[in-house]
């Protein structure tokens, strides 16, 4: 198995800017894809970004053009800078991986969540 571990969340004033990292280690041959999601209160999950092992990216439409995801895949580690925060992006952010194990066997892991609290 892998584990992943997310760090750079905080307290933050609206229109500052916070960098996530997601950092990934254990069982690790490659990492196929690697996802952000946040969930605010009361809020379902939602996909904010996400990166594949050839660099393509994707955004929701609610961040597209203020965050921008990476990743160093030397590193094993993802990033998501996020600029002009606001407080509708008050949440917990989760990062994901679709990992392939040294023994070439698939499997998805979570980290367990950085919060990120936009104050107006």
């Known amino acids: 198995q892998a584990q992943l571990v997310e760090s750079g969340g905080g307290l933050v004033q609206a229109g500052g800017s916070l960098r996530l990292s997601c950092a990934a280690s254990?069982?690790?041959?490659?990492?196929?894809?690697m996802v952000w999601y946040r969930q605010a209160p009361g809020k379902q999950r939602e996909l904010v970004a996400a990166?594949?092992?050839?660099?393509?990216?994707n955004y929701s439409d609610s961040v597209q053009g203020r965050f921008t995801i990476s990743s160093d895949n030397a590193k094993n580690t993802m990033y998501l800078q996020m600029n002009s925060l606001n407080v509708e992006d008050t949440a917990v952010y989760y990062c994901?991986?679709?990992?392939?194990?040294?023994?070439?066997?698939?499997?998805?892991?979570w980290g367990q969540g950085t919060q990120v609290i936009v104050s107006s």
């Open positions: 254990g069982n690790i041959f490659s990492i196929d894809h």
């Open positions: 990166i594949s092992n050839d660099g393509r990216t």
């Open positions: 994901d991986a679709d990992i392939r194990g040294w023994g070439k066997q698939n499997f998805n892991a």
